[in-house]
Each structure stands twice: as structure tokens, then as C-alpha cells.
């Protein structure tokens, strides 16, 4: 499986941006698929996941500010960001469970101008 991540840039705080991550094949929708986000001097950090029939899971720095989606007819994942924050900035990379492994995608950079 491969993930291409798209749709990063550079935006105000306070401004939105949309991410997207497309898969290569059909990703079932019970797969747990997310977004990880890796600051510069820091680990890569848990965003946001979902998988059908569960309500989405967020970090709680993003909640009620970032949404994240999935269209299954498209094989592509979404991640909605409002609101955004200086301390937002990062490289954000998408993942999915497929089978026994996990795969990434790689990468896009957001950056939030103060």
C-alpha cells in the first residue's frame, strides 16, 4: 500500500487548511487509518484515527478544531484543520492498517504563522 499525503502549506493562525492521503488499493473501512504530526526536535505524536463504526479518535490539543474523514469510495482520507495554531506546525504524515502492517505516507509540512 502506498499513501500519498497532499495539501500542507503555510497559513495565518487562525486560518484552515485540508489534508488528504491517498491510498494506492481499497483500504477496508475497518482498517484504522490517522494522521501523525512530528514537530522539529520532537517525536512523531498521534493526531487523529478512524475506523468504521467507531466515533473518530483525536489528540485533545486538536479536538474540537480538526475533523477527520474518509471517503472509502475514493481510497482517501482527510483531516480538516480550523483554527489553526503557531504550535500546529509540523510534518504531518497519514497512516493506515492494512493487513498485519502499518505503512505511511510521506509527509507534508503545515506551517502556522503567528
Known amino acids: 500500500v502506498q499513501l500519498q499525503a497532499s495539501g500542507g502549506g503555510l497559513v495565518q493562525a487562525g486560518g484552515s487548511l485540508r489534508l488528504s492521503c491517498a491510498a494506492s488499493?481499497?483500504?477496508?473501512?475497518?482498517?484504522?487509518m490517522g494522521w501523525y504530526r512530528q514537530a522539529p526536535g520532537k517525536q512523531r505524536e498521534f493526531v487523529a484515527s478512524i475506523r468504521s463504526g467507531r466515533d473518530p479518535n483525536y489528540a485533545d490539543s486538536v479536538q474540537g478544531r480538526f475533523t477527520i474523514s474518509r471517503d472509502n469510495a475514493k481510497n482517501t482520507l482527510y483531516l480538516q484543520m480550523n483554527s489553526l495554531k503557531p504550535d500546529d506546525t509540523a510534518v504531518y504524515y497519514c497512516?493506515?492498517?492494512?493487513?498485519?502492517?502499518?505503512?505511511w505516507g510521506q509527509g507534508t509540512q503545515v506551517t502556522v504563522s503567528s
Open positions: 497512516k493506515t492498517k492494512y493487513g498485519s502492517g502499518d505503512y
Open positions: 488499493r481499497t483500504i477496508h473501512s475497518s482498517y484504522v
